[in-house]
């Protein structure tokens, strides 16, 4: 079984940073692409960034320039460092990977549970 676990959420002030973490545990072989999505309320969850194995990144053009995603192999972990925070990247965030377990014979994608953050004087 594989567990993605969010950390780093929480209130700060419009312009502030926040660091979100993902890690990954369970029987895993390989993990391909990290993703970071986001769903505010009453609207769709959205792609904020993703990294691939080799450690490419790509962002969505609303948060490029403010966003970095990056990851740590060995950990199994992603991170995303978020600057100049605005009131509209208020959400839920979350974690998604595809992930190789041992035993199967493919990737497949897992979610974590999420975690909120709040940006707001």
């Known amino acids: 079984q594989v567990q993605l676990v969010e950390s780093g959420g929480g209130l700060v002030q419009p312009g502030g940073s926040l660091r979100l973490s993902c890690a990954a545990s369970?029987?895993?072989?390989?993990?391909?692409?990290m993703r970071w999505f986001r769903q505010a309320p009453g609207k769709q969850r959205e792609l904020v960034a993703h990294?691939?194995?080799?450690?490419?990144?790509n962002y969505a053009d609303s948060v490029k320039g403010r966003f970095t995603i990056s990851r740590d192999n060995a950990k199994n972990t992603v991170y995303l460092q978020m600057n100049s925070l605005k009131p509209a990247d208020t959400a839920v965030y979350y974690c998604?990977?595809?992930?190789?377990?041992?035993?199967?014979?493919?990737?497949?994608?897992?979610w974590g549970p999420g975690t909120q953050v709040t940006v707001s004087s």
């Open positions: 369970g029987s895993i072989f390989s993990i391909n692409y």
């Open positions: 990294i691939t194995s080799g450690g490419s990144p």
């Open positions: 998604n990977a595809d992930i190789w377990t041992q035993g199967t014979l493919s990737y497949r994608g897992y």
